[in-house]
């Protein structure tokens, strides 16, 4: 039993330090056909086994054969277009065919090689060929270029650095923010806090307007108006202290959602907004050397 137990707990382990060694991607990302010299925006799609691109008219160079296998090896031409519209004809070898079912029943494509990937960092992988015009997007990526090399990740976070410039609507302010993966909250400088019907037990006054100025590290000052949410017990180095907590717009500006903050005199500290977990949480990778 302690034997078995050991082997999965190794397996696990070996699992997820494979993981680790492959960088993150999420459901779509701008792409390059180096071949075509265009830029796609590219459906990252698990469930293809093989990348595939819009392409139409297209022509088996010499003649086609009856049967679609009988043209492999035969050089081929093709229109490609992507979202924007640009357009490019390229000539590829046909390497083979793949046939393909879907809601709309079976389908034989041709496949070609070609290099495809980051823009600069393009590598060559089998596409097959397809009419997506009726698509949204116009090149899909499938298994046979993420394998070994990626995860692909849905919720579609994105890369934070140890600091940003974060934007609080309620503010009309941008903060030169400290983001922090230690803290569970996020914290706003806050002082001359003023609470409607203000209650000398904290708890009592949940639910209440409160009335705050913040200030962001360049000195520009706003007065904000918003109601406490709840407290928060706040430990650390100093010891412990009660914060009131508020939900606010925080986020890069023009991408800001609502989360809860606490309040607190930040005035002696280098960051006036500081970035906590319940903000990251579902929506950022935060990568410390950027």
């Avoid at 265009?38 to 009856?66: C, M």
């Avoid at 494509?109 to 590598?123: A, C, N, P, T």
């Avoid at 990740?153 to 609507?169: H, Y």
Wanted: proline content about 1%.
């Amino acid at each position: 039993m302690l034997k078995r137990v050991g082997l999965c707990l190794l397996i696990l382990s070996t699992s997820v330090s494979a993981a680790s060694d492959k960088a993150v991607i999420g459901s779509t990302a701008k792409m390059s056909v180096a071949h075509a010299d265009l830029s796609y925006v590219a459906r990252i799609d698990t469930g293809a086994g093989n990348t595939s691109l819009h392409a139409f008219d297209i022509k088996v160079e010499g003649g086609s054969a009856k049967r679609m296998k009988d043209n492999v090896g035969k050089m081929v031409s093709f229109t490609t277009e992507n979202n924007a519209g640009e357009q490019k004809r390229l000539t590829a070898k046909i390497v083979k065919t793949s046939t393909v079912s879907n809601s709309q029943g079976r389908e034989t494509r041709y496949m070609v090689d070609l290099d495809v990937g980051f823009k600069g960092k393009e590598r060559t992988v089998r596409v097959n060929l397809r009419d997506r015009s009726h698509m949204d997007y116009k090149l899909l990526i499938g298994r046979n270029w993420l394998k070994d090399r990626y995860v692909v990740d849905v919720s579609e976070k994105k890369l934070i650095g140890p600091t940003a410039s974060i934007s609080i609507v309620e503010s009309g302010l941008k903060f030169k923010t400290r983001i922090d993966t230690g803290a569970v909250e996020n914290s706003l400088h806050a002082y001359d806090m003023k609470i409607d019907n203000e209650d000398p037990d904290m708890e009592k006054n949940i639910g209440k307007v409160i009335h705050f100025t913040t200030e962001n590290e360049k000195g520009e000052s706003h007065v904000v108006k918003s109601r406490i949410v709840e407290t928060s017990l706040i430990r650390n180095a100093q010891g412990s202290e009660i914060r009131y907590m508020v939900e606010l717009n925080v986020g890069e500006p023009g991408q800001e959602y609502k989360v809860k903050v606490n309040l607190r005199d930040r005035s002696k500290m280098s960051y006036k907004l500081l970035i906590g977990r319940n903000w990251l949480q579902g929506h950022y990778i935060v990568d410390v050397s950027l």
